[in-house]
């Protein structure tokens, strides 16, 4: 009912920036939140950054000052941007929406930061 697919993700030094977007297509009614999740090789899956309906946002601690989520309804869109990227960012970036009972993924973006 919802499809996912991100982009944006690559490789790029520490200290750069990066923005990842997440197109949203599907039923798009009754979506409480949109997303942004990332894994780390071994490490359990996080949640980075999150948009509400209402547009409040909320951040993990260790991104905080450095990315921000927002949303284009026009374009149904939600994107991450990222900023004074460090090593420990490296992971792949999952987009997620949770709609009614459901929760949809996108297939995920690789992000590397280089030291």
């Known amino acids: 009912q919802v499809q996912l697919v991100e982009s944006g993700g690559g490789l790029v030094q520490a200290g750069g920036s990066l923005r990842l977007s997440c197109a949203v297509s599907?039923?798009?009614?009754?979506?409480?939140?949109m997303n942004w999740y990332r894994q780390a090789p071994g490490k359990q899956r996080e949640l980075v950054a999150a948009?509400?309906?209402?547009?409040?946002?909320n951040y993990a601690d260790s991104v905080k000052g450095r990315f921000t989520i927002s949303r284009d309804n026009a374009k149904n869109t939600v994107y991450l941007q990222m900023s004074s990227l460090k090593p420990e960012d490296t992971a792949v970036y999952y987009c997620?929406?949770?709609?009614?009972?459901?929760?949809?993924w996108g297939q995920g973006t690789q992000v590397t930061v280089s030291s």
């Open positions: 948009i509400t309906s209402g547009g409040s946002t």
């Open positions: 599907g039923i798009l009614t009754n979506i409480a939140a």
């Open positions: 997620h929406v949770s709609r009614l009972l459901w929760n949809y």
